[in-house]
C-alpha cells in the first residue's frame, strides 16, 4: 500500500514550515502536508481495523475486520493509486475518523454495525476501482448505499430503516440484492443522475473537486441522510465555483491565495440554523480536521463569498494539519477568550484557529485591492477591518498561551505578516470606519458575554452612592456571563457600506452623526434598558460627543453593573465613572 515516497520519514524543511507560518504555503510545503495526512490517515485506518478485530461481535453477520483488509490489501496489489486516491478521500478520511470516536464513546450514530460496516462498502469500492470481483454483505440505508466517491445506489422497493444487502461484482457490473429485490448497474459508468438506480456524485467540472450531497459522511461529524440538490441548485453552485476559481486565480504561495485543486470537496450546508454561531457572519461555514481540503458551505450569494470562503476554511485544513505534526499549544479548553467574528468566548485552539483563518482571508482581500474586477472600497474595508482584529488575536495569543517552540514560531510569523500589512496604506475614512467596526463588536461582546464580580459590583455600587471617586478597573477581573446566546453584528454592514439616508440609531452612528446616534439610542433604552445592543451603540456615540468617555468602553460591562434604569441614569454613572480619581 506503501511507496518508497511514502516510506521516508516525514521531516518538515524549516523553510517550509515558515511560509506557513507566514500564513501561506507553497505547493512543496502544502504538499508535505497531505503527505502528512495520508501517514497519519493510515494509521488510523490501522487503530480502527485493530480494534474491530478486538471486538468481531460489532461486525457481526457482515464478516471479518481480517476479511475486509485482505480484501483491501488485494486491491492496493493491483491498484495500488486507485486504492491511495480512495483512502485519502474525504469520505473515507471522514468515517475514519467518526468509527474511532464511536468505539472511544464520544459520537453517536445509526446502529453501530451499520457504521462498522461501512468498511465493506470501502473494501466494494476498491475492488471496483481495481478492476477485481467481490461478494459482500454491506449495510443500507431506507434502501440506499451510498459508495465513497462515486455516489449513490438504490434498490427500488428495497427495505425500510437498516438492512443488510449482499453485493455481487463481476468486473464493472456491481448488482445489490436485499428483501428479495435486485438492483444492476455499472458505477463507473456515471449513470444518468436522474436515475433511480444510480446516482454519481458530482463534481465541478475541469476539476478534480467533488459537490458532495450524497455521502453519509459528508458532514461535520454523524452520518446524515442523502440530500441530493435539484438541478437549479447544481447549476447555481457550479456557476459560483467557476467565478470563485477565476478570483483565485492569483498566482505565488502568499497568505490568501489558494489553489483550487487543493479544495477535495464542497459540502453544501443543508440546513443553516440562523441561531448558530458563525466566523463569517451571514454565511455558514465550516471545516474538519478529519478531512484536508474538505469544506461545508452554505450557498452564498456570489462568486467573491465563496472564494473567501474557500480560502478560509483550507486556512483550516492547513492548520489542522499542522496541529496533527507539532503541539503548537496548551489548552485546558477553557472558553473565555475574545474573538473578533464571534459573538461568544472562545478556547485558546479555537482562536489559534481564528487568527490563522483570518490572516489568510486578510490576505485574500489584501489582493483584491489590485483585482480589477472588485469594489476597491469593500476590499480595503475588509482589509483594513481583518489585519487590526487578527493581530490582536495574535497578540492575545502570544501572551497569554502556553506555546510549544513550534507555536511560539507560528505565532511570530503570523505576526510579521499582519505588521507588514498593517503599514499598508489604506484611505484615511476607510480605515476609520475599520476601526469603529473593530470597536463596536468589542463592547457589545464585552456588554453581551462579560459583567462585574459580586465584589466589584458591590464595591462600585457603595462608592457611587456615597460620593467616593470609582475605583480603579484594573483592581478586578471581569467573570463571564452565565450564558452566552447568539446575536448577530448588525452593524458591521453598515460600516461596511455606509447608508446614503440614515433612519436607525445605527445608521447614525455608521455614518458619524453621533449627537443624533445618542438621540435614538437613549430612546431606545427607554423602552427596553437591558437592550445590550443599544446600550453598546449609546456607548459608542458618548465616546464621540463626550470625549471623556471614551476610558468606558475598555470596561463597558461596569457601567452595565450598575444597573442604570433610563439613559439619564446611564449619563450620571458614565459621567461618574469617567470622573477623575
Known amino acids: 500500500m506503501t511507496s518508497g515516497q511514502h516510506d521516508r520519514r516525514l521531516r518538515m524543511p524549516a523553510s517550509w514550515f515558515e511560509e506557513l507560518a507566514s500564513g501561506g504555503g ?11 495526512e495520508r501517514t497519519r490517515r493510515l494509521m488510523l485506518l490501522g487503530e480502527l481495523l485493530d480494534r474491530l478485530d478486538e471486538q468481531p461481535d ?4 457482515l464478516g471479518s475486520a481480517q476479511t475486509a483488509w485482505r480484501l483491501i490489501a488485494e486491491a492496493a496489489e493491483a491498484q495500488p493509486d486507485s486504492l491511495d486516491a480512495l483512502l485519502m478521500s474525504p469520505q473515507v478520511g471522514c468515517w475514519i475518523a467518526h468509527m474511532l470516536r464511536r468505539l472511544h464513546g464520544t459520537t453517536d450514530g445509526p446502529p453501530l454495525w451499520v457504521d462498522a460496516g461501512h468498511l465493506f462498502t470501502v473494501c466494494l469500492v476498491a475492488r471496483l476501482r481495481a478492476g477485481l470481483d467481490a461478494d459482500l454483505a454491506v449495510p443500507v440505508w431506507d434502501g440506499a448505499l451510498a459508495l465513497p466517491t462515486l455516489g449513490l445506489a438504490r434498490i427500488d422497493g428495497g427495505p425500510d430503516g437498516f438492512a443488510v444487502a449482499t453485493a455481487r461484482l463481476r468486473g464493472p457490473d456491481l448488482h445489490l440484492t436485499s428483501a428479495g429485490r435486485t438492483v444492476g448497474f455499472r458505477p463507473l459508468d456515471g449513470d444518468d443522475t436522474r436515475s433511480t438506480r444510480f ?5 465541478f467540472p475541469g476539476t478534480t473537486t467533488w459537490l458532495d450531497d450524497l455521502d453519509p459522511y459528508r458532514d461535520l461529524d454523524e452520518p446524515v441522510v442523502p440530500r441530493p440538490l435539484d438541478d437549479s441548485e447544481t447549476a447555481a453552485w457550479q456557476r459560483l465555483f467557476g467565478e470563485a476559481t477565476d478570483i483565485l486565480r492569483t498566482p505565488a504561495d502568499g497568505p490568501g491565495r489558494l489553489r483550487v485543486e487543493h479544495v477535495r470537496r464542497i459540502v453544501p450546508w443543508a440546513e443553516p440554523d440562523p441561531g448558530s454561531a458563525s466566523e463569517q457572519g ?7 480536521g478529519d478531512a484536508f481540503g474538505s469544506m461545508v458551505i452554505s450557498r452564498p450569494a456570489d462568486g467573491l463569498t465563496l472564494a473567501e470562503a474557500m480560502v478560509h476554511e483550507f486556512q483550516h485544513s492547513k492548520l489542522a494539519a499542522l496541529l496533527h505534526l507539532f503541539p503548537l499549544l496548551h489548552d485546558d479548553g477553557s472558553e473565555t477568550h475574545y474573538a473578533p467574528w464571534r459573538p461568544d468566548p472562545r478556547h485558546l485552539t479555537g482562536l489559534l484557529h481564528g487568527a490563522y483563518a483570518f490572516t489568510g482571508v486578510t490576505g485574500f482581500w489584501r489582493d483584491r485591492l489590485a483585482d480589477k474586477t472588485a469594489d476597491p472600497d469593500l476590499a480595503a474595508f475588509h482589509f483594513a477591518l481583518r489585519r487590526l482584529q487578527t493581530r490582536l488575536v495574535v497578540r492575545t495569543l502570544l501572551t497569554r498561551a502556553r506555546l510549544t517552540a513550534p507555536g511560539r514560531r507560528l505565532l511570530h510569523g503570523l505576526a510579521a505578516t499582519l505588521d507588514a500589512w498593517l503599514r499598508e496604506p489604506v484611505d484615511p475614512g476607510i480605515a476609520a470606519r475599520a476601526r469603529a467596526a473593530a470597536l463596536s463588536h468589542l463592547v457589545e461582546w464585552r456588554l453581551r458575554n462579560l459583567e462585574c464580580g459580586e465584589e466589584e459590583r458591590s464595591v462600585l455600587t457603595r462608592a457611587f452612592h456615597d460620593g467616593l471617586a470609582p475605583p480603579p478597573s484594573s483592581l478586578h477581573r471581569p467573570e463571564l456571563t452565565a450564558e452566552h446566546p447568539y446575536w448577530a453584528d448588525s452593524r458591521f454592514s453598515l460600516y461596511c457600506s455606509p447608508p446614503r439616508t440614515s433612519v436607525t440609531a445605527d445608521d447614525h452612528l455608521a455614518t458619524g452623526a453621533h449627537r443624533e446616534a445618542l438621540r435614538l439610542y437613549a430612546e431606545d433604552l427607554r423602552r427596553a434598558p437591558d437592550d445590550r ?5 449609546w456607548l459608542l456615540a458618548t465616546a464621540h460627543t463626550t470625549p471623556a468617555h471614551r476610558g468606558l468602553l475598555l470596561r463597558p460591562e461596569r457601567l452595565l453593573a450598575m444597573k442604570p434604569c433610563a439613559p439619564q441614569d446611564a449619563r450620571r454613572v458614565a459621567d461618574w465613572l469617567a470622573s477623575p480619581r
Open 26 to 36: 507553497s505547493r512543496e510545503a502544502v504538499g508535505f502536508l497531505v503527505r502528512a
Open 58 to 61: 460489532i461486525l457481526g453477520e
Open 199 to 203: 446516482r454519481p456524485l458530482r463534481g
Open 282 to 288: 451571514p454565511l455558514m461555514s465550516a471545516t474538519t
Open 533 to 537: 445592543h443599544a446600550l453598546a451603540g
